[in-house]
């Protein structure tokens, strides 16, 4: 069946430095792989969006890198500051016209520390 | 603000009582999809409307019903209530056009059954 892991276990890193979270998949071919940022008891809040024909999107501090051969993403959030805690999200979804079926994964909880 | 709106934002319903949930969708977007999201889980995928049809659906038994209104509002409907459905219940809004794939979520409705 088609699994979404990403590090079940917070992820604590300093402010300023370079926060790295993983999402990695088996038994799927996404088209496409989305990263969004959800506060305690919000709804989520999209991100960013990388192509299964793309290597690597930016946005300001932000960075993903897609490798459809590991079946990984990579999501890196540079300078972090501490409004970046949050959990993060990593969503995949087949190419499959105007159904747009999206599977999360459990998320990775970063907390910047001052 | 995503401007997807919710209601109510808590429930407190009985084992086997049913229960409406709304969604009032980003201007302009014309597909609904709704999510359970579990605690400490990513959101799980119930079922999308595109143009007031169920355009998809996840793995979630015929007691979870929905419907979309011409103007692109919607409702979940989940009958015969279980404790397991307990959750927070999320609408997410989209355009459904070709590369136009980010979804805005709504705050969600936080359901408990006892």
């Known amino acids: 069946s088609q699994k979404i892991e990403q590090n079940s276990e917070a992820l604590n890193i300093q402010e300023g430095k370079t926060a790295t979270l993983t999402c990695n998949y088996t038994?799927?071919?996404?088209?496409?792989l989305q990263w969004y940022r959800q506060d305690p008891g919000r709804g989520p809040v999209f991100l960013l969006l990388?192509?299964?024909?793309?290597k690597e999107k930016r946005k300001e501090r932000l960075k993903v890198t897609f490798d459809t051969t590991l079946k990984q993403s990579l999501f890196h959030i540079t300078a972090s500051q501490p409004a970046d805690s949050a959990t993060y999200l990593c969503?995949?979804?087949?190419?499959?016209?105007?159904?747009?079926?999206?599977?999360f994964g459990t998320g990775t909880k970063l907390q910047v520390i001052p | 603000e995503t401007g997807v709106t919710q209601s109510p934002t808590h429930l407190i319903k009985t084992r086997g009582q049913q229960v409406t949930l709304r969604c009032s969708s980003q201007s302009g977007h014309n597909t609904v999809s709704w999510y359970q999201q579990a605690l400490g889980q990513g959101p799980q995928f119930i079922f999308q409307y595109y143009r007031e049809e169920e355009n998809g659906r996840g793995n979630f038994p015929p007691r979870f019903s929905g419907l979309q209104f011409p103007n692109y509002s919607s409702e979940l409907n989940v009958n015969a209530l279980e404790l397991d459905d307990s959750a927070l219940y999320l609408c997410?809004?989209?355009?459904?056009?070709?590369?136009?794939?980010?979804?805005?979520f709504g705050p969600g409705t936080r359901l408990t059954v006892t």
């Open positions: 969503a995949l979804a087949p190419d499959s016209g105007g159904y747009q079926k999206v599977t």
């Open positions: 997410a809004s989209s355009l459904n056009d070709r590369g136009t794939y980010e979804q805005y």
């Open positions: 990388i192509r299964e024909n793309e």
């Open positions: 038994n799927y071919s996404p088209a496409y």
